[in-house]
């Protein structure tokens, strides 16, 4: 397996993330402009020039890692824990960081509670609608369990 690294996408690599997904989605490009306005932390796991995954650690009195996503013949190497790895070090400062994980995700859950989350007893049920890799939309009402884990801060 080739290292992975997870850094901050920069203005020079956004264009070449959001070539990888549908236009419709513009997932790459609204992210970055939120993490230019000081709203997000927008981090991209990289294999030499590929982008392998993202995250999105918005910035809150908890921060909160968001949209956790690693490509799919990417899964199961450590991505999604480099990925995490990075959000608890950008969030350093902070006492807890948050991640939201769908009741239907049970690996999720699973790599989290590995990683040293719990659950704080918070869900929430939500719509929401979003563009497949093939570019078809799709809405899905899902309820997430909310997990933290206690930082240095």
Known sequence: MSTVSVRRCTA??????????PEEKNYARR????QSAGECAYLVAWIGPEPVGSGELE???VPELKNLQVAAAHRRH?????????????????????IGVSEDNSGARRLYER???????????????????????????????????????
């Open 12 to 21: 020079r690599e956004v264009a070449q993330i959001a070539a990888g997904e």
């Open 31 to 34: 992210t970055f402009t939120r």
């Open 59 to 61: 910035w809150a009195p």
């Open 78 to 98: 450590g991505i999604g824990s480099a990925i995490v790895a990075a959000a608890e070090a950008e969030a350093a400062s902070f006492t807890r960081i948050w």
């Open 115 to 153: 990683l040293g989350y719990t659950p704080t007893g918070r869900t929430e049920t939500y719509s929401y609608t979003y563009v497949a890799a093939d570019g078809s939309k799709h809405t899905l009402t899902e309820t997430a369990e909310y997990l933290e884990k206690r930082l240095g801060g």
